[in-house]
């Protein structure tokens, strides 16, 4: 089975109020919605992950206050939701990988392909694909729906992405028509 996998699309990561806005992370905005609708359409459940973090999160000693539960920022933007088939993996740290409900989901749903888009880059996402390819899964990777917070890390991420084994591909519809 295809999964899609949207990674942290957050309020607090793409919108430029938010509190560890990506400058220009707004512009997957669109694409993201379009993966998920195109993926509702089409019959493939789509995993959206997203932080979920305690006031006291460890992550906050590295990065400002971020996608605190119960918080607007911790949102993820209304275009990106779906009516059904959406399923919602909370974490407490950047790794999917670290949520106890993400492999066993990939198990129930008979994961065997993965198209990962999302933010950002050279975190969250970089995780996300390079854990899923060391689970024996094929990976894609929507390179024109993720976006890095350093433009020459998240080069470096696709690189080593590609070097274990990934996809990259292109959007699978032309985003004026969706
Ligand atoms: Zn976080």
């Known amino acids: 089975m295809k ?18 806005y990506a400058p220009g992370a707004e512009r997957v905005i669109p694409k993201v919605a379009a993966l998920n609708r195109y ?8 995993i959206s992950s997203v932080c979920a973090h305690t006031e006291d999160a460890g992550e906050f ?3 400002p206050p971020h ?12 275009a990106t939701l779906l009516a059904a088939g959406q399923y ?8 999917i990988f670290s949520s106890a409900e993400f492999v066993p989901l990939l198990e129930r749903l008979d ?8 933010v950002l880059t050279e975190y969250c996402v970089k995780c996300a694909i390079l854990g899923l390819l060391k689970t024996g899964r094929k990976v894609k990777l ?7 917070l350093d433009p020459q890390a998240g080069a470096a991420v696709i690189a080593e992405f590609v070097a274990a084994g990934g996809n990259l591909v292109p959007l699978p519809f032309d985003l004026q028509e969706e």
């Open 3 to 20: 999964v899609f996998i949207d990674i942290d699309t957050q309020i607090d990561f793409v919108f430029p109020a938010g509190a560890l």
């Open 39 to 46: 993926a509702a359409k089409h019959g493939i459940p789509v």
């Open 61 to 63: 000693k590295v990065w």
């Open 67 to 78: 996608c605190i539960v119960d918080t607007v920022g911790q949102k993820k933007p209304a």
């Open 88 to 95: 919602i993996v909370e974490k407490n740290e950047l790794d």
């Open 111 to 118: 994961a065997d392909e993965c198209s990962v888009y999302g």
């Open 142 to 148: 929507f390179t024109d729906a993720i976006h890095a």
